[in-house]
Structures are given as C-alpha cells and as structure tokens.
C-alpha cells in the first residue's frame, strides 16, 4: 500500500489522502448498473477530513431507490478494504441528484450496456411540458424510436422501443 | 414553529400522505392491468416511500426520543395517523386508481412547489428533491385521464364515476387549521387554502380535454389530518405493521 497515500500522525491514527478516498470510492458499482461506478453518477457528492474524520457525502438518485442501501454498504466494504477505519458516510439531499451530474463517460458506458443515456436538462423539460424527446437508440442508433412506458424497469429507466430495430430498451430518465 | 412537536405533526401529514399512499397503491403490484402499469404504479409507490422514509428520518430526529422512522411508522395506531382520507381508500378499478392519483398528485406537486421555498432547510431540500418524481407522476396519471375520458364507452363511464366520487375527498386538501396556520406564520409550511384555485384549473384543463364532467364543489370529507378515519386505514395498517406487531423490534 503506498505510503503517499496516508499521512501518519500518530502510529495508530492514520488520516487517508482526499485523493486516495475518491480513487476507491471509483472502484465502487451501481448495483443496477454496473459499468457505472458512484462517483461518475454522481451519487458521491463531497469527500473531506473534518476534525480528523474522513467525511463522504452521497445523495440519493431516487427518493425510494433499494439500491442506495447496498450503495451505502459497498462504499463501507471498500473504504474498510483499504484499512481506512474511522469514517462516516452521510446522505445528503440537497441540492438534489439530476442526472446533469452524469459525467460524458458514464453516458457512454451506458449506451454500451444497451441503455440509451439521460439526454441533458433540458431536453426532458419538453418532454414535461408534452414534446417528445428525441433518444437514440443504443443498437442502431436510430433516432425514429417512441416511448412505450414512463417507469421502466428500475425507478430511474422509462421503457423504449426503437421503430427501426424494432428492439425494446430502456432510457435513463432525465430528472 | 411553537413547539417541535407542532413541527413533528405537521411534518406528520405529508409524510403519512406519501407513506400510506405508497403502501395502498403498491398493491397493485402484480394485479395491474398490464405490465407497463403495474411496473409504473410499483414504481410510483417506491418513489412514495422513500419520501415517506425521507421526512420520517427527519420527524424522528425533530422528535428526539430516540424512535427510528420504522418505529413511527409501524408502531402507531390508526388514530395516531395524520393522512389525508383519499389516500387510505381502496384502489377500485384501474379508473378510480388512476383518478386519485391526478387529483392528489396534482395537489402534492402544487404543496412540493411551495415547500421548496420552506424556511426549514431540511424541507426545502426535500421538496426540490420529490418534486422531480411529482411530476413524472402526475404526468403518467393525466396521460390515463385523457385516454380513459376520450377512450371507450365504458372507460369513459368508469373515470367520470371515479371523479365524481372522488371530488368529495378534494376540500381536505385544502383545510388550514391552527396548525397549518402556525406552519405558515413560521414561514415553514404551506398555505394550503392558497393552492384551490391553481389545482381546480390544472385538474379541470385535462379533465374537460378528456371529454368529463368536472364535479360541482360541495360536502367535503375531513378527519384524516385530525387522526379521525375511515375504517380503511386500519386494513392497510394490518398489512403494513403485521411483521412488527407480530415480532417486535424485529430486525433484518
């Protein structure tokens, strides 16, 4: 374990590098979706010492999404893995989650799992307001594709079909 | 506020709206009209009890007894429940089910809108938070509304009867009791009585294009915020409570 990472202040008490913490928070997957890790979601939001305690900040994607819990769980594992003992994680919910925070990676891993990425804010505010979105389909990119249902398989996917390919699929919903 | 246990009632109320609602629309979860529905009502209800999960972290901690938001939530009585009466009712068929839903989505989005710009920061965030997921509700329900209205024969009759029966539950929206009225002087809550009118012309715009009669005003149900309900709630609470009145304190 390189020594860079931990600045030792007493030979029990060792303070993790802000760096360190964000680079295993990166190894930690969206149970749902696991080409995704939590911080190209957005989902971790802060990492910062207070008063020699290691602070992570999540936010939740959806008010009621079960995969929170095992989120929360995971980045526990991994922190512990990497012999960071004292830590807490809260939950934050402001400002709120909006898939703007997605990074351009993560879109694009997303199509690659055959989920047509969230497109950006406003795009979805037509949609809201009665225009139809325009979304790609992952297979074949087509763009002539139509909406079968608003909740699709997870809280935070609506269910497409793509009218050239003809295959279902779904959308990661704007929010 | 007053006392922290006005705040505690108050925040009581919505989050009984969303607890109870998400636990009775849930339960259509298998027994939907066809998949993509039931897959949207689940999806609609956990959206709900995460909210419900959301303020009751928050009661508990304004509370400060030490209870959990499980333990609000599955040890009280029916009596010690503050949500509005339409959400405890029966789903019906799929035509009332959908017709509760826009008429209480629609005013749950308009108390979201208000209660962003709460003094209590807990709240604000909160509400900028759920009312994301409002309006992916509401539009789902107003999508039904129209394709049931201007659908067939018999969809037509069976929104128009849910509507019709429903509206009499609509006024309790509406209510502002010292409570409220100590919320809103605080600068925490929301003025409900203020919302009528923008929730009459949101519901009355989809409910006319869909060819229905929007009810006359009139008698108005009232209770649920005051802990007096229907003998409906006490069915949900049997359901939802059994596992922790049948082992206390049981833990995953």
Redesign the interface.
């Known amino acids: 374990m390189p020594t860079a990472n931990f600045k030792t202040l007493t030979p029990l008490l060792t303070i993790p590098s802000i760096d360190f913490v964000w680079s295993i928070l990166a190894t930690v997957r969206d149970p749902e979706i696991p080409a995704l890790n939590v911080v190209e979601m957005g989902i971790v939001r802060n990492v910062k010492i207070a008063d020699e305690k290691l602070v992570v900040t999540i936010t939740p994607t959806y008010s009621g999404c079960p995969a929170m819990r095992a989120i929360e769980d995971d980045i526990t594992t991994a922190l512990k893995e990497n012999l960071i003992a004292s830590f807490e994680i809260e939950t934050t919910l402001s400002p709120p989650w909006t898939t703007d925070w997605m990074t351009d990676e993560a879109r694009e891993k997303l199509t690659g799992e055959g989920i047509a990425p969230p497109q950006k804010g406003s795009a979805d505010k037509n949609l809201l307001m009665g225009k139809l979105r325009d979304v790609k389909c992952p297979r074949c990119g087509s763009h002539d594709t139509h909406m079968i249902s608003q909740f699709g398989s997870t809280a935070c996917k609506s269910l497409y079909k793509c009218n050239f390919c003809l295959e279902p699929f779904d959308y990661f919903k704007c929010i | 506020m007053k006392t922290s246990d006005h705040l505690f009632d108050y925040i009581l109320r919505t989050a009984d709206n969303c607890l109870i609602y998400?636990q009775r629309i849930a339960e259509w979860c298998g027994h939907g009209p066809v998949l993509?529905?039931d897959?949207?009502l689940?999806?609609?209800?956990?959206?709900?009890?995460?909210?419900a999960?959301?303020l009751l972290k928050y009661a508990a901690q304004i509370e400060g007894k030490g209870r959990t938001e499980d333990d609000i939530a599955f040890l009280r009585d029916a009596s010690e429940f503050k949500n509005l009466l339409i959400v405890e009712l029966p789903n019906g068929d799929y035509g009332y089910t959908i017709a509760r839903q826009f008429l209480f989505s629609s005013f749950y989005l308009l108390y979201l809108e208000k209660l962003c710009g709460s003094k209590d920061?807990?709240l604000?965030?909160?509400a900028?938070?759920?009312i994301?997921?409002l309006?992916?509700h509401v539009?789902?329900a107003g999508d039904w509304v129209l394709r049931m209205g201007d659908g067939t024969e018999e969809s037509h009759q069976r929104i128009q009867k849910a509507i019709n029966e429903l509206w009499e539950y609509t006024p309790e929206f509406f209510i502002v009791d010292e409570l409220d009225t100590d919320a809103i002087s605080s600068g925490i809550g929301v003025d409900v009585a203020a919302l009528k009118e923008q929730w009459k012309q949101n519901v009355s715009d989809i409910i006319t294009e869909a060819t229905l009669q929007v009810p006359a005003d009139g008698w108005g149900h009232k209770g649920g915020r005051l802990g007096k309900h229907t003998e409906h709630l006490g069915f949900i609470l049997s359901d939802m409570q059994y596992l922790q009145r049948m082992y206390p304190g049981a833990k995953w």
């Open positions: 998400g993509e529905e897959i949207a689940s999806n609609t209800a956990l959206d709900y009890l995460g909210q999960t959301n920061e807990f604000a965030g909160f900028a938070k759920s994301k997921e309006k992916y539009q789902h």
